[in-house]
């Protein structure tokens, strides 16, 4: 594939020759660790540098010998789809002690490592920065002792750490995602799925036990989630007298015709006492006051288990490389740092700001502190709550601001997972706002035939974890029918609008925008969300419905891969969609471990297929059973998928065998995934917070109505690096391709050189862009909603 042009190319001005790096898991395991490790030894090899595994974590270090080996490329394929560590950890009383510490330093210079990558939790970092502390002083001891030479302490002067957050908890500050956290809600929202079918046929309460220690990031996400009746989490106790509201709400949604109750309650649950609320508690609440049917589900170490999600595998290979970078940047001087996530931005944090804020946030609960506990816990968290508490506790009519203003909202072009999170969302936070709801059924063509209809709070229970669109979507769009659509904005009063949906719906919005010309009914607040599976809407780096396709095509690719264990060497071409745009196949490849990607934005050419089969020819000779090639639907109308498998089964004769699948709509459906369920509500959310503020800010007392003709008055909302931005359309216009429909610039371009270091090829990598140390405190900015993060 085609080089992109570098400002830096990493392998001429790092060099990792003649470094040694060590990379161990520590603590509890967690799903994605195995990506984080084969990533640090692969960019760590790519670099000349040697890289070793330390088995059992600190125990193996204390213990050395065979628990300190030296990697291969080849020792860890075939691990990025394992859950757990394969290297093993173990929590280890004799490395807090000194002398452990010293028989670990002894073990370290043996092998000439000074360079740890440390993936593991807060206790698991704090250990590793006082290993760093101390280095020069044990060095010293051990030349006392006899147990190294004295030149080996000039020689092995410095330790460099560099850590990353391995934990299901997501309880570390400094990351707005730790990996694992994605795939432990993965396997509670699949739970949660299953629970609601069999609660609803007997019309029974759950109450669910989720883990997360004394962090309750996990509950309350799972109960955004899956739009559970009530949340209880450490870092905001309910008020006293909580339980009698608890069951008026459980009992005034079973009135209201819904036949289950969910109440999911974090394992480190208190009340404003600092006393614990379990779930045996809860359930004999609901039993005593109500009468339901009430069982008790502790889900337990089934949240730890499991394949890594296809968000934790990106994670954890972005995160594996930019430690190694960290490692090769390192002086003397450098403060241990942590390799975090800001948003979609990499970003490293000096490891005891984070390890300091964290065990703040513990003393501010203790002390019950709990809003500045929950400041503490960084945007991410308090956007998450914010938006629970809009959603989830509905205010009595009488309570209600009255706003006369009527608000539709309706899904454009193909479905995409999250498109109901995102519609209930608007629908819920829009009538806490005051206004009226109403829905358009069948996209525009449902706008000029009249198909609208107002919706009440009720109407939308139970859409998050819906598949598809249940308002139904079509591609039209509205420039044809701009009359009738005025019309219909007449006839209803609509005074603000919005659009949920992929290009279609930019397009759509663009079209109304120019018709306020000749229509002032047009003249009102509009906004878009980006939902789409190919992620190629301009203004935004991510889009509702991306996740879940890529976990559909990580899942599929790796039972295929799978199909071939035992048999005889295999390479398969996948197909996916998209579109023009190779989000889908470019990092649905780094989180598979594919060898190759073909897309349109980059081309490529005869001689660039052939190279990548004689690559992949010489990998299949000395090591590797199983080969994967990914091929966007568009990316050449001459190399087809027939034409690609052809050419790989002619070339690879007398080496492997090829096999095509073409992924088709299997992409588009399903559940949605935690991700897509929250990020359509949080988005959603705050989109219909700024619609709020624009009728407002646009009503004209004097003609008793809504005018808004400014560019800002019709904006798209999207995740830009850190940030949630409101962006006028019309100013996108030039950011965009129409003829293919795609942004001209799209920042997940960056990551396809990542994904050819990690398959064994040689190749530029621009580092300009690489994470840089920042506080903690000062890596946040005011607008940030972290957790949308890819």
């Given amino acids: 594939m085609a080089q992109p042009d570098s400002k830096k190319i990493f392998f001429e001005n790092l060099s990792g020759a003649g470094k040694a790096i060590a990379v161990l898991t520590s603590g509890g395991d967690a799903q994605g660790m195995n990506g984080a490790v084969r990533a640090v030894v692969r960019m760590g090899l790519y670099v000349g540098a040697k890289v070793y595994f330390i088995h059992e974590g600190y125990q193996g270090m204390v213990d050395g010998g065979d628990n300190i080996k030296e990697a291969t490329w080849e020792s860890v394929s075939s691990m990025l789809q394992l859950g757990g560590t394969v290297i093993g950890s173990a929590r280890c009383k004799e490395f807090r002690t000194h002398e452990g510490r010293l028989k670990a330093a002894h073990n370290l210079v043996q092998h000439g490592i000074t360079n740890l990558c440390v993936i593991g939790g807060d206790g698991s970092l704090t250990g590793a920065n006082l290993f760093k502390e101390e280095w020069s002083g044990l060095l010293n001891e051990l030349v006392e002792q006899g147990l190294i030479e004295a030149d080996a302490v000039q020689k092995y002067s410095a330790l460099h750490i560099v850590g990353m957050v391995g934990s299901i908890d997501n309880d570390f500050c400094g990351t707005d995602m730790t990996i694992g956290t994605d795939s432990a809600l993965h396997r509670i929202i699949e739970v949660v799925d299953a629970i609601m079918t069999t609660a609803q046929s007997h019309q029974r309460t759950f109450v669910l036990e989720v883990m997360g220690r004394h962090c309750g990031y996990l509950a309350l996400v799972s109960g955004l989630a899956c739009g559970a009746d009530w949340v209880l989490i450490p870092e905001m106790p309910p008020e006293d007298g909580w339980e009698e509201k608890m069951c ?223 308002l139904g979507t079509k591609r039209t769009l509205p420039a044809k029918h701009v009359e009738k659509i005025a019309e219909q904005m007449r006839k209803h009063n609509i005074n603000a609008l919005l659009i949920i949906g992929g290009f279609e719906a930019f397009e759509s919005l663009l079209q109304l925008y120019e018709a306020r010309a000749s229509y002032e009914e047009f003249c009102i607040p509009m906004c878009m969300l980006p939902a789409t599976i190919s992620n190629n809407v301009p203004g935004t780096d991510l889009s509702i419905g991306a996740d879940t396709a890529l976990n559909a095509i990580v899942e599929t690719c790796d039972r295929i891969k799978q199909s071939a264990s035992g048999t005889k060497r295999r390479v398969f071409i996948i197909e996916t969609m998209g579109g023009y745009c190779g989000y889908l196949a470019t990092v649905g490849g780094l989180a598979s471990g594919a060898d190759a990607a073909y897309i349109y934005e980059e081309p490529f050419d005869i001689k660039e297929l052939q190279a990548n089969v004689e690559h992949l020819t010489e990998k299949m000779k000395t090591s590797i059973q199983r080969g994967l090639v990914l091929r966007n639907e568009n990316c050449n109308e001459n190399y087809t998928t027939d034409f690609i498998y052809q050419l790989y089964s002619e070339e690879g004769r007398g080496v492997f065998d090829c096999r095509k699948n073409v992924l088709g709509h299997m992409q588009q459906g399903g559940a949605p995934s935690p991700f897509d369920r929250n990020f359509g509500t949080k988005i959603s959310a705050k989109a219909m917070q700024w619609v709020s503020k624009k009728l407002v800010e646009t009503f004209r007392q004097g003609a008793g109505r809504v005018f808004a003709n400014t560019e800002d008055s019709c904006c798209l909302l999207g995740m830009r690096r850190r940030t949630l931005v409101f962006q006028p359309v019309v100013q996108l216009k030039d950011e965009t391709d129409f003829v293919h429909r795609i942004p001209k610039e799209q920042w997940w371009l960056k990551l396809r050189p990542l994904m050819k270091i990690l398959a064994k090829y040689k190749t530029s990598y621009d580092v300009s862009d690489s994470g840089q140390l920042e506080h903690v405190v000062h890596n946040r900015p005011k607008d940030s909603d972290a957790s949308v993060a890819m």
């Avoid at 964290?358 to 809003?371: L, W």
């Avoid at 209600?400 to 539709?408: D, G, H, Y």
């Avoid at 063509?445 to 009440?456: H, T």
């Fill in 248 to 470: 008026q709400k459980l009992s005034a949604n079973r009135a209201g015709m819904k036949r289950l109750n969910i109440i999911i309650v974090a394992e480190g649950a208190i009340d404003r006492n600092n006393k614990p609320i379990t779930t045996e508690y809860v359930k004999n609440l609901v039993v005593k006051c109500l009468g339901f049917d009430t069982r008790v589900t502790i889900l337990g170490h089934v949240q730890r288990g499991g394949t890594p999600s296809a968000f934790d595998r990106i994670l954890a290979s972005r995160m594996g490389v930019e430690a190694v970078l960290a490692l090769l940047e390192t002086t003397a001087n450098t403060p241990a740092c942590v390799v975090s996530l800001c948003g979609n931005t990499s970003v490293r944090v000096p490891l005891m700001e984070c390890v300091q804020m964290t065990q703040e946030v513990q003393k501010a609960m203790d002390q019950k502190r709990f809003e500045e506990a929950v400041k503490l816990r960084g945007r991410s968290f308090e956007n998450n709550l914010k938006t629970y508490k809009l959603l989830a506790h509905r205010k009595p009519e009488s309570e209600l601001p009255t706003s006369n203003f009527n608000v539709a909202v309706l899904n454009v072009g193909a479905p995409a997972a999250g498109m109901n999170a995102a519609v209930r969302s608007a629908v819920r936070v829009g009538i806490s706002e005051g206004h009226k709801m109403f829905a358009v059924s069948d996209g525009f063509e449902g706008f000029y035939k009249g198909q609208i209809k107002e919706v009440k709070w009720g109407d939308v229970g139970g859409w998050t974890g819906q598949g598809g669109s249940l």
